[in-house]
């Protein structure tokens, strides 16, 4: 079992950054994957970005160039670095997690991108 908690969701104004992070309680070397998706209201859940345990990174095309995902492994932590944000990427961001092939999920937590 590994749970996982997402910290950072805030309002941000168009043009700014915000750094969301995502504790797991497992070592985060166990996990095959992390990653994150989002889901907007009316809308179906969207891939935001992954990183495998070879630490390969893959980003969905609405981020590419905007957000990058990481780890620390001291810190036991995963993080999404979104700069350049638009209202459009307002959404419920969730980490998740892929260890021995079963899918984890934090509860979300709030981006609002808006003036």
């Known amino acids: 079992q590994v749970q996982l908690v997402e910290f950072g969701g805030d309002l941000v104004q168009p043009g700014g950054s915000l750094r969301l992070s995502c504790g797991a309680s497992?070592?985060?070397?166990?996990?095959?994957?992390m990653g994150w998706f989002r889901q907007a209201p009316g809308k179906e859940r969207e891939f935001v970005a992954r990183?495998?345990?070879?630490?390969?990174?893959h980003y969905g095309d609405s981020v590419k160039g905007r957000f990058t995902i990481s780890r620390d492994m001291d810190k036991n932590t995963g993080y999404l670095q979104m700069n350049s944000l638009k209202p459009e990427d307002t959404a419920v961001y969730y980490c998740?997690?892929?260890?021995?092939?079963?899918?984890?999920w934090g509860q979300g937590t709030q981006v609002t991108v808006s003036s």
């Open positions: 990183v495998s345990s070879f630490g390969t990174t």
């Open positions: 998740y997690a892929v260890s021995n092939q079963i899918n984890y």
């Open positions: 497992v070592s985060i070397s166990r996990l095959n994957t």
